[in-house]
């Protein structure tokens, strides 16, 4: 067996060899109303109008009893502000959510609505008749022995659970939530208990991630209707998850050498234990600590204690998701039998977990925010992290410096929030596994927290926020509109990741939103692309340039290390042909990459209406010198900004190489390209791209997205990349300035409208260099 130390090398080892999953060796200028895309999509309205008279003060507050947030100025205009920010909240209802993409993104109406979309404000006194009543457990001085004394205790107190039907009628998305948790719930119900399955590498993390989330629903549902039904089903669910059919029939059953299984089981189990306390004979209450010590928490200390067992290798050294959610699974466990446990494991856990996810998986985001594992790893990592601490404060009363460990944790919610383009996420990297129970929700609890009720007010539109977690997370007399005051721009400068985020609206679906990348090419648990320089670009609706995605996680040395050498660099989908930038020499970029970035903004809010239209002469812009990141060339910078009020991009490369040059990009549009022009189509829309002052032998070429065929092989074939087409100017060694012009096709722009830059050397770009 290997030890601690020897897995621990390099920052990515694997101690499974290749193919572990999660742990590599681990408008403006028109805003139109929402439109009809051609094609029979459909766009769904959520949350109708609905029209609530507001229950104001007295009446509530006999329901809620004591406030924390009471108004200090309770005028007769503060009562009338109140009933009016709380009305006007109910007649706009929920925002529509587009069906006809993958992330079904929220659908803003062209609207001012000065009441409603105020700056965000967390509990304003207005609202307090709509806030959380007060915790009535608050220890004098905190301590894990100092419990609760009522149930639940994980995450839903009971005095959470008394105010909420009243909350839920005076909030549209409480009310949405709980109808959706409803539904599911149902459709749970009537399925067979999950049934085993062990997905090569990745374990049965599925199993268990989709068993928490109906324990989830189960427990939410019986907890607001007393109905034992939901806790029936709850018992078979758990019943089959320590069944003889469910895995070996020893301690190894929640298959603890990939240990997240064994924490998201183990977290599931805390949270039937503790929702349906009231409701469970205890006979059941002695099986389901039998059952969660066994196969969970005592896997828990050997991975802690045991020098002799390697599935442990998170618990140190690991800033990222695996940490998160192996200490969180564990935590919320050992809390929801603390007291009952006569075994002194519980205790001891907290002993452990607490200490290690401060060291660890709270320093998983870099100071600027951005989640180092790739922007999708972030919804793991902060799921773990947000359940962690969030148990601990309801369970004990302290967070037990959790939400301080680190000082810039709370950026990690704006990081989410630039990351998001029009369309989709700027998802470089691993996406990672299916999310189950996963979600973005964390923003509420950080909202709350982290005093930033904008992280909230932007959580409560996207479609992931229907579940259990919200309806406690989400304080509803929060205010305000999250675009209110929210910069266009924002650069996030860590070496680790250094990247940029531009657009011209967050709430125009047509908007445009460009986002660029330098940074590392290591040390982000081999979840990373060879991809500096990549881009994305939203226009219209439409991405227009974007990302492949995770290769099959299940191929060989996928996540063998991130050393040159690497097979992981030989998938399509992780070596730089595969990405939104240059390529030198046709060779892949240099693992020890260390580029540097500039960049600069006009500076831009979007204020209170969603109807926004930038300043003619907005800008912003973003360069990297990523001449280390190449082997055969002596310079190649790359630039981007943006031009003409916010409406085309100016993409902008130097090159001085020894070997062939290739400017790549991704789409999933038509293109016909011809020459320095290309056109690309898709979804009705149209953008074209041109190559400005083209030197000699410059022009658009395309191919299928997948490797030359001269290429050195993976250990297995690529997975096929389908109706991706790859733009590519391909030119032999030599000097370059590649000047290429993105020109969405706006409905209200003439061909005179589009501007052509002058052609200015990277170095000398500024705010003003194009005007
Ligand atoms: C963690 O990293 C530090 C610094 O690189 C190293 O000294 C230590 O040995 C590592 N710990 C383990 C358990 O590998
Ligand atoms: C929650 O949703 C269910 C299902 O739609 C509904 O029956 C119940 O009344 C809702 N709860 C509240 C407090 O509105
Ligand atoms: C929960 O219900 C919503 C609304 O019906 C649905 O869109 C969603 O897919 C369901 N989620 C799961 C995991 O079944
Ligand atoms: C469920 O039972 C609790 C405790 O007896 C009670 O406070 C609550 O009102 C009941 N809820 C419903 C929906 O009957
Ligand atoms: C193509 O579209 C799919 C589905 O929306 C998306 O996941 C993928 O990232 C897109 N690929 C590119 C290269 O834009
Ligand atoms: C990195 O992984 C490759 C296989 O992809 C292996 O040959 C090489 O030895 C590994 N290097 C290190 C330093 O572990
Ligand atoms: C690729 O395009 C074909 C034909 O339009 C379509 O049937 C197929 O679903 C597409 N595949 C993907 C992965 O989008």
Not at 56 to 77: E, F, P, Q, Y
Not at 691 to 711: E, H, V
Not at 731 to 748: H, I, K, M, R, S
Request: charge should be negative.
């Amino acid at each position: 067996m290997a030890n601690y130390s020897s897995i621990q090398q390099g920052g990515n080892p694997s101690p499974y060899g290749s193919g572990d999953p999660y742990y590599a060796a681990s408008t403006g200028y028109i805003t139109p109303a929402p439109v009809k895309k051609s094609g029979g999509n459909n766009w769904l309205k959520f949350g109708l109008p609905v029209l609530i008279i507001v229950i104001v003060g007295g009446v509530v507050g006999g329901i809620l009893g004591t406030r924390k947030h009471t108004s200090s100025s309770s005028t007769a205009s503060a009562d009338a502000a109140a009933s009016s920010a709380a009305s006007v909240k109910n007649q706009i209802g929920r925002f529509a959510t587009a069906t006809n993409s993958e992330w079904m993104m929220p659908v803003y109406p062209s609207t001012t609505n000065a009441a409603a979309f105020g700056a965000p404000s967390l509990i304003p006194s207005t609202n307090a008749a709509v806030a959380w009543p007060q915790d009535p457990f608050s220890p004098a001085s905190p301590d894990i022995l100092t419990t609760r004394p009522d149930r639940p205790r994980l995450i839903a107190p009971a005095y959470k659970w008394a105010a909420l039907p009243q909350l839920i009628k005076s909030d549209p998305y409480l009310q949405g939530w709980n109808k959706t948790i409803f539904g599911n719930a149902t459709n749970y119900m009537s399925l067979p208990p999950v049934v085993y399955f062990m997905d090569g590498d990745s374990g049965i993390l599925d199993n268990a991630r989709e068993i928490k989330m109906r324990i989830k629903a189960f427990g939410y549902v019986y907890r607001m209707t007393n109905d034992t039904q939901w806790v029936t089903r709850a018992w078979s669910e758990l019943q089959n998850a320590v069944s003889s059919s469910f895995g070996p029939n020893d301690n190894t059953k929640w298959n603890p050498t990939h240990f997240l299984d064994t924490a998201e089981l183990s977290a599931a189990f805390g949270i039937a234990y503790d929702w349906m306390y009231d409701a469970w004979s205890d006979d059941q209450k002695t099986t389901i600590r039998a059952n969660v010590i066994q196969y969970g928490l005592n896997n828990g200390v050997s991975a802690y204690t045991d020098p002799t067992v390697f599935f442990g290798w998170w618990r140190t050294n690991t800033t990222g998701n695996w940490n998160c959610v192996c200490n969180g699974g564990l935590t919320l466990a050992s809390l929801s039998i603390l007291g009952d446990d006569t075994t002194g494991v519980a205790t001891q856990l907290l002993g452990l977990t607490v200490d290690s996810a401060k060291q660890n998986c709270a320093l998983a985001p870099s100071d600027d925010g951005t989640w180092s594992e790739t922007a999708h790893y972030w919804y793991f990592g902060t799921t773990g992290f947000s359940e962690m601490t969030s148990a601990l404060m309801t369970a004990t009363g302290s967070d037990y410096g959790m939400l301080t460990a680190n000082s810039n944790f709370h950026l990690t919610g704006m990081f989410h929030m630039y990351a998001y383009g029009t369309t989709s996420p700027f998802d470089w990297g691993d996406h990672g596994p299916n999310k189950f129970s996963t979600t973005a929700n964390g923003l509420f609890l950080f909202a709350e927290q982290y005093k930033s009720p904008q992280f909230a007010l932007w959580q409560r539109e996207q479609q992931d926020a229907a579940e259990p977690w919200s309806m406690f997370w989400y304080d509803p007399s929060i205010s305000g509109a999250f675009w209110n005051g929210a910069a266009l721009d924002q650069f996030f400068d860590n070496q680790l990741d250094q990247w940029g985020s531009m657009r011209s609206s967050w709430t125009d679906g047509h908007a445009l939103y460009l986002a660029i990348k330098a940074g590392k090419n290591q040390g982000h648990q081999t979840h990373n692309d060879l991809d500096v320089g990549d881009f994305v670009l939203d226009a219209l609706g439409t991405r227009w340039a974007g990302e492949l995605g995770s290769g099959d996680y299940r191929s060989p040395d996928y996540f063998s290390n991130d050393t040159q050498t690497s097979n992981r660099w030989l998938y399509y989908r992780k070596m730089t042909e595969g990405q939104n930038t240059i390529l030198i020499n046709r060779v892949n970029q240099n693992v020890l990459a260390l580029p540097t970035v500039n960049h600069d903004t006009t500076g831009e809010q979007q204020g209170s209406s969603t109807v926004y239209t930038v300043p003619s002469d907005s800008t912003a812009f973003w360069t990297t010198d990523m001449t280390s990141a190449y082997f055969d060339a002596t310079s190649v910078k790359r630039g981007a900004r943006l031009l003409n009020a916010r409406r085309q991009v100016l993409l902008q490369d130097e090159i001085n190489s020894q070997g062939t040059v290739d400017w790549r990009m991704h789409t999933n549009a038509t293109v016909d390209a011809s020459g320095t022009t290309a056109t690309l189509t898709r979804d009705g829309q149209t953008m074209t791209v041109s190559i400005l002052n083209a030197p000699a032998g410059a022009s658009f070429s395309t191919s299928m997205a997948q490797r030359y065929a001269d290429d050195p092989t993976p250990p297995v074939p690529d997975q096929p990349n389908p109706n991706i087409t790859v733009l590519i100017i391909s030119l032999p060694a030599g000097q370059y300035t590649l000047e290429v012009l993105f020109n969405p096709q706006w409905p209200d722009m003439a061909a005179s409208d589009f501007v052509t830059p002058p052609s200015v050397p990277l170095d000398s770009w500024s705010l003003t260099s194009h005007n």
